[in-house]
């Protein structure tokens, strides 16, 4: 299929901008890049793209020729998936991005099952907090947490997405509890650097409350603030999905919970188009069928919606005390 590695390669340096980039992001020497272009125009009988100042770009034939080839490709792929799927499985390859730390810690396995249902399934993933750009740097898909941005991309939200406020049992005992948002400004706070939020914002009632905690412990990994609570450092903001193992051990204690932190979503974001790939429809199925409702990493909602509790104590607390 040499034409349509012509068409692809062709299609890279449109994007890329170069020759070079186009090379790299396709695993290929600049030579084999070069001689499927010249033989892409020699074909056609024009030319297809001009270099300028700045780099690579197409010409008016070039971007014709370039939408036309765009669509050639997506029917290939259309095509393959459609037979893949008529034999009874998905074929492909799936270049996936995922957060680091939900991903390894709750994504992975799932992959893991996904490619033991799906034989001819190629992954390919990158698990890192980076936001990539799905479109420039052809992901099929990416999990994110937190409030989406505006944009083109077609969003799917999988299930909520909750963080509690955690401290050990060592530094309640020194410290003191406290009873309410205002109180954490009296505590030393482990401060999570990975985000443009620093503030602390809670649920009173029909109010929003945001509080700006302090400490001389900050880092930008979960794991490690985790760490740090559960050797009695002091107060942290963590999602459930991190602090789940830790709550149900008894290492950290959920604090606050009368006044719920806001909801984020864990969401998966695919490239705009009504056609839903079966490699990126069989991820979003698996997905909701694992994560979906009341997601198994998060023991305080669990609590809550199973035994409608009320009170002071921690959901847990009382979910313990619930009749069998």
């Known amino acids: ?8 390669s062709f299609i890279a ?24 272009i010249a033989r892409l125009e020699a074909d056609l009988g024009t030319r297809l793209l001009s270099r300028t100042t700045r780099g690579v770009v197409a010409t008016e034939a070039g971007l014709e020729f370039k939408a036309r080839g765009e669509r050639i490709l997506a029917d290939l792929v259309e095509a393959r998936e459609s037979i893949a799927q008529a034999a009874g499985g998905v074929a492909g390859r799936l270049r ?4 680091l730390t939900f991903g390894n810690r709750h994504v992975a396995p799932l992959l893991g099952e996904l490619a033991s249902r799906h034989a001819l399934l190629e992954i390919d993933v990158e698990a890192s907090d980076r936001y990539v750009d799905l479109i420039g740097e052809r992901f099929d898909a990416a999990i994110r947490i937190g409030t989406l941005k505006d944009s083109s991309l077609v969003a799917r939200k999988i299930a909520p997405v909750h963080a509690v406020i955690l401290a050990s049992i060592d530094y309640l005992a020194r410290k003191g509890r406290p ?23 809670f649920q009173a009632g029909k109010r929003r409350v945001s509080v700006r905690p302090e400490g001389r412990l900050r880092a930008d990994s979960g794991e490690t603030l985790l760490e740090w609570a559960k050797a009695g450092l002091g107060l942290v903001q963590l999602p459930t999905f991190i602090a789940s193992d830790a709550i149900r051990d008894g290492s950290l204690e959920p604090l606050l919970w009368q006044y719920p932190m806001t909801e984020h979503g864990l ?44 009170g002071g104590s921690s959901p847990l607390e009382q979910s313990a005390h619930q009749p069998a």
Do not use: N
Not at 16 to 21: A, D, E, H, P, V
Not at 180 to 196: F, K, M, N, Q
Not at 295 to 307: F, G, K, T
């Open 1 to 8: 299929m040499s034409e349509l590695d012509d068409i692809r």
């Open 13 to 36: 340096v449109v994007e890329s901008g170069g020759f070079g980039r186009a090379a790299d992001h396709l695993g290929l020497a600049k030579s084999v890049v070069s001689r499927r």
């Open 96 to 99: 996936l991005s995922m957060p």
């Open 179 to 201: 009873l309410s948002p205002a109180d954490i400004t009296r505590h030393e706070c482990l401060l999570y650097t990975g985000t443009s939020s620093l503030d602390w914002t």
């Open 267 to 310: 969401y998966v974001v695919r490239p705009p188009g009504a056609y839903v790939p079966g490699k990126v429809r069989v991820l979003i199925d698996l997905l909701v069928e694992r994560f979906g409702g009341a997601p198994y990493w998060d023991p305080c909602q669990i609590a809550l919606r199973e035994h409608g509790l009320t």
